[in-house]
């Protein structure tokens, strides 16, 4: 990818990050997938679906057990 795909993966890639993180906080999935959906960006590089994937896997029961234990482990 050139560094403009790469800079805008970034920003796609920084904004579905933010979502997952604020509907872990409370926030609804359905809303942050709407709001992420008029995101050109975004867009660009997923579709809804697989927003909803993306969603559903980092809202998992596995993966927030998993990010429990990183918090607890030495960096």
Do not use: P
């Not at 050109?40 to 980092?58: A, H, K, S, W």
């Amino acid at each position: 990818m050139s560094k403009t795909s790469d800079w805008a993966m970034d920003e796609a890639d920084n904004a579905v990050d933010l979502a997952i993180q604020q509907c872990r906080d409370g926030f609804n999935i359905d809303k942050a997938i709407d709001i992420l959906s008029e995101n050109q960006t975004v867009m660009m590089f997923y579709n809804t679906d697989e927003l909803y994937m993306i969603f559903d896997f980092e809202m998992s029961d596995e993966v927030k057990k998993y990010d429990e234990q990183l918090k607890g482990t030495k960096h």
